[in-house]
């Protein structure tokens, strides 16, 4: 999910995709710290891809986030694939 991020970005702003994938990554961890450290409310983790896994080997296996986070990085990356071929590169 987080380098599907920038898949699209670059295909679409080319200029701005580092900043994105950087931003995406910090903002997770910022959540993850925020949460731990801080002891701030657990719900604002449903924006992380971390916080959708199942933790393992703590908590019982399930496939449903784990082909729900594949599709929609595989949507990300097939739309700023798409956006890449379109731009006028010649």
Do not use: K, N, W
């Not at 950087?22 to 983790?45: K, M, R, T």
């Amino acid at each position: 999910m987080l380098a599907a991020i920038p898949v699209l970005v670059y295909g679409l702003l080319p200029r701005l995709a580092a900043v994105v994938a950087y931003v995406a990554l910090g903002l997770c961890l910022v959540l993850e710290f925020a949460v731990e450290l801080l002891h701030a409310d657990p719900s604002i983790l449903t924006v992380s891809p971390f916080a959708q896994t199942p933790g393992l080997p703590v908590a019982e296996f399930t496939m449903t986030p784990l082909i729900l986070l594949t599709i929609v990085a595989a949507l990300l990356t097939a739309v700023g694939l798409a956006a890449f071929h379109r731009r006028d590169l010649g």
